[in-house]
């Protein structure tokens, strides 16, 4: 008989054994449940006696959730795993945010099972074995109080991108009638530029009355302006003006009811310190450096001072937009991030490494959507030319690695000044005589962070 044939012969009885995955493993959370969320059906599942599951199917109605809350409580469901697909799990996840339950909110590709194995019922059976064994990680989400507030942001940023395109339709129905505003103003939505338009729709159509209309600091003269609209007429360019200029206004005024919702919101959120608050001083900006898209009437450094007991605005690059960004999606308390580098990997700013045999293979950024990513390294470009530690950072960077890289880095360097300095409280914590604040912190912690 051949080795091989006494290998099988000595190995067969122990392959027909029966091996269950999770043996030797420790069943920590014994009262766990696992959720699969689907548009019209929900699949829960709960741990039975004697080792086995039980599961049921509820609805998708407001009575439905109530009754699968019910059924948790009655099965002494503590915690309760489900996906983060789509907005189907929202409604479910604030129910049972409400009634007690811990909740495990994780991405749906962390749990994949085997090929050709998928069903409602499998995923939720799934879902509660991993979770009661914790097998899962949960994702983050931040405070109560701050997610009325990033639905909101995230709801004006639609705005701003939906009046967008009809800027450009206004500015294509004036060329197309051979009006060259766009070369003789910098901004056609600016005071001036809609002056103009605004006549324009109304039936003005002498050159001289238009560019009479001009702001007096406008660079170009009347003369210039008014050749920029020698133009012929046409009526079909003029409707299409007409109407994206109404466009144009709705969602300005859209835009500008939000910013109240939004200044609404911040003055009902509780503040995370116990510090008296201290005067905040005047930042130095460039002149002339305002963009439309900022938040009007809506007091964001205050607020978000008031909140976190941090001047983001006091870090070079961040803006009132950006703070807000920044703190509506990552939250006013940074404990839950262990240390600056795990902060930086959930942002998507840390270098992904694949490693094999203690070797490096390929170094990457992966690809993700992380809204407050994407506020960092917007940050980051308008210092690209600035005279400040980071600018000198990217600039130094870019001759080595790229334009590109040395931006992700400068934004990776820029957030963990950030996550330093909200863990160390409040950002002006120093008085000068003359009654401005210093910034000995801040200072000392970009001083780390360039030597790191």
């Given at each position: 008989m051949s080795k091989l044939s006494r290998r099988t012969q000595s190995s067969s009885p122990q392959l027909q054994e029966e091996v269950r995955p999770f043996d030797g493993l420790e069943r920590i959370q014994p009262h766990a449940?696992?959720?699969?969320?689907?548009?019209?059906?929900?699949?829960?599942?709960?741990?039975?006696?004697?080792?086995?599951?039980?599961?049921?199917?509820?609805?998708?109605?407001?009575?439905?959730?109530?009754?699968?809350?019910?059924?948790?409580?009655?099965?002494?469901?503590?915690?309760?795993?489900?996906?983060?697909?789509?907005?189907?799990?929202?409604?479910?996840?604030?129910?049972?945010?409400?009634?007690?339950?811990?909740?495990?909110?994780?991405?749906?590709?962390?749990?994949?099972?085997?090929?050709?194995?998928?069903?409602?019922?499998?995923?939720?059976?799934?879902?509660?074995?991993?979770?009661?064994?914790?097998?899962?990680?949960?994702?983050?989400?931040?405070?109560?109080?701050?997610?009325?507030?990033?639905?909101?942001?995230?709801?004006?940023?639609?705005?701003?991108?939906?009046?967008?395109?009809?800027?450009?339709?206004?500015?294509?129905?004036?060329?197309?009638?051979?009006?060259?505003?766009?070369?003789?103003?910098?901004?056609?939505?600016?005071?001036?530029?809609?002056?103009?338009?605004?006549?324009?729709?109304?039936?003005?159509?002498?050159?001289?009355?238009?560019?009479?209309?001009?702001?007096?600091?406008?660079?170009?003269?009347?003369?210039?302006?008014?050749?920029?609209?020698?133009?012929?007429?046409?009526?079909?360019h003029l409707f299409v003006l007409e109407q994206s200029l109404a466009l144009f206004d709705f969602y300005s005024q859209q835009i500008a009811l939000c910013d109240a919702e939004i200044e609404r919101t911040y003055s009902v959120i509780r503040p995370t310190w116990d510090h008296p608050a201290l005067e905040l001083p005047v930042i130095a900006r460039k002149p002339h450096s305002h963009s439309k898209n900022q938040p009007q009437g809506v007091q964001v450094r205050k607020h978000l001072y008031r909140i976190t007991g941090v001047d983001l605005l006091a870090v070079p690059g961040i803006s009132a937009s950006i703070a807000q960004t920044i703190v509506a999606e990552v939250g006013s308390d940074l404990a839950r991030f262990p240390s600056a580098r795990h902060f930086c990997s959930w942002l998507g700013l840390a270098p992904h490494n694949d490693i094999s045999g203690g070797k490096v293979l390929r170094s990457r950024t992966l690809n993700n959507h992380n809204r407050a990513g994407q506020a960092f390294i917007q940050a980051a470009a308008a210092l690209t030319r600035s005279n400040t530690a980071f600018g000198s950072f990217y600039r130094r960077l870019k001759s080595r690695v790229g334009p590109s890289q040395a931006l992700v880095a400068t934004a990776h360097k820029l957030a963990r000044v950030v996550q330093d300095v909200k863990g160390q409280g409040p950002l002006y914590s120093h008085h000068r005589p003359g009654g401005g604040c210093s910034l000995p912190r801040p200072r000392d912690r970009l001083s780390q962070a360039q030597s790191r």
């Open positions: 449940a696992g959720v699969d969320i689907g548009a019209h059906e929900i699949m829960v599942c709960v741990p039975g006696p004697a080792g086995t599951q039980i599961v049921r199917a509820f609805g998708t109605y407001t009575a439905d959730l109530e009754a699968l809350a019910a059924w948790l409580q009655e099965h002494h469901i503590e915690t309760a795993a489900m996906e983060s697909t789509g907005v189907y799990w929202i409604p479910l996840f604030e129910l049972l945010e409400q009634r007690g339950f811990h909740y495990c909110l994780i991405n749906a590709a962390s749990c994949k099972r085997f090929p050709g194995r998928k069903s409602d019922v499998l995923d939720c059976q799934w879902l509660q074995t991993l979770h009661s064994y914790e097998l899962l990680a949960d994702s983050f989400r931040p405070d109560a109080d701050l997610i009325s507030l990033r639905t909101l942001l995230r709801h004006r940023a639609q705005l701003v991108q939906h009046r967008s395109p009809h800027i450009l339709h206004m500015q294509k129905a004036l060329l197309q009638m051979n009006l060259q505003l766009p070369q003789v103003l910098s901004d056609v939505t600016g005071e001036t530029g809609l002056r103009i338009i605004r006549a324009i729709v109304a039936g003005e159509c002498d050159p001289h009355k238009l560019a009479a209309l001009r702001n007096s600091r406008c660079h170009k003269d009347e003369r210039e302006i008014a050749l920029a609209f020698t133009s012929t007429w046409r009526a079909e």
